[in-house]
């Protein structure tokens, strides 16, 4: 089964503030099988276009998805990056696939509160 510590996510939230000091971010561990990066606010417009408060990252698709917003793809590829460390397989299920020690989802902004660009 997934699992994740909070000192884990402790971890990966302070090596992610590093990374990345121009920004703000909401790292929390959810439901102990998961850590949860949401990008608040930053100096980037990570939206573009979108008419939406907040937009889930596919981590799959961060190259396709990003191609034409480099400096978006790299800051995306960074979190993911750092999220995902010490991530293995945990169990390979013939339905399911891989199941991995614990899950990473990244969103900018969030549900209740959109993400902000800061000049």
């Not at 099988?33 to 608040?40: C, E, P």
């Amino acid at each position: 089964m997934p699992y994740i510590t909070t000192e884990e996510v402790k971890e990966k939230r302070n090596a992610i503030k590093k990374a990345l000091p121009d920004f703000k971010f909401s790292v929390t561990r959810q439901n102990g099988t998961s850590i949860s990066v949401a990008i608040m606010e930053g100096k980037l417009d990570l939206m573009g276009d979108s008419q939406r408060d907040y937009e889930s990252v596919n981590h799959f698709y961060i190259e396709d998805n990003y191609k034409d917003k480099p400096e978006v793809k790299k800051v995306l590829k960074t979190i993911y990056d750092i999220a995902k460390g010490g991530q293995r397989e945990l169990t390979y299920d013939g339905d399911y696939g891989s199941v991995p020690n614990f899950y990473v989802d990244i969103t900018i902004g969030r549900w209740d509160k959109p993400y902000e660009i800061k000049a």
